[in-house]
C-alpha cells in the first residue's frame, strides 16, 4: 500500500527531473576538468543523448538505473499499479533499444553510465573514468559502465 495519497504521489513524481540530475553533472564536471568538450541533449539526436562528444563520434547517456531497469540493487518495480509501472518502464527499454540502434546506423558511438557507479559519489571514481576515456580514444562502437 502507498503511504502517500494519490495526488502527492503525482506531485513527487512530477518533481523528478530527466535533464541535469546530479549525477550527469557529476560525469559533466569530471569530463570538463579532463579536457573533453561536449554539447548537451542534442534534439536532433535519437533519444537526446545527455552528453553529445562530436569529435569522438559518441553520445553519452547517465540512465537511472530504476527509470531504465539496470538490474541492480536501486531496480526495485513499485508494488502499487505493478501493471501501469511494467509497461511504461519495458516501454522506456524498448524506445532505448530503437533509439540505440538509430544512433548506431547513423555512425555515432554510445557510452551507458549507470547511476548505480555513482549513487553517493562527490566524485566520478576514477576507474571508471579511465574506462570512460579509454573507450572514447578507441573505435569500439558501445560501453556500458556499471
Not at 11 to 31: A, D, Q, Y
Not at 103 to 120: A, N
Request: charged content about 30%.
Amino acid at each position: 500500500m502507498d503511504v502517500h495519497t494519490s495526488a502527492q504521489r503525482s506531485f513527487n513524481m512530477s518533481k523528478i527531473k530527466g535533464k541535469n540530475t546530479k549525477p550527469e553533472i557529476l560525469v559533466r564536471k569530471w569530463l570538463w576538468r579532463k579536457g573533453f568538450r561536449y554539447r548537451l541533449h542534442k534534439k536532433e539526436l535519437p533519444g537526446k543523448p545527455d552528453i553529445v562528444l562530436s569529435k569522438y563520434n559518441a553520445v553519452l547517456f547517465v540512465h537511472g538505473c530504476f527509470w531504465h531497469r539496470h538490474g541492480c540493487h536501486l531496480t526495485a518495480t513499485p508494488e502499487t499499479r505493478k501493471d501501469f509501472w511494467l509497461s511504461k518502464l519495458n516501454g522506456n527499454v524498448e524506445r532505448e533499444k530503437r533509439n540505440f540502434e538509430k544512433l548506431l546506423d547513423k555512425g555515432w558511438r554510445i557510452g551507458v553510465i549507470w547511476e548505480c557507479i555513482l549513487k553517493g559519489k562527490t566524485q566520478f571514481p576514477e576507474e571508471f573514468g579511465n574506462q570512460l576515456i579509454d573507450w572514447l580514444y578507441s573505435d569500439l562502437p558501445q560501453i556500458s559502465l556499471e
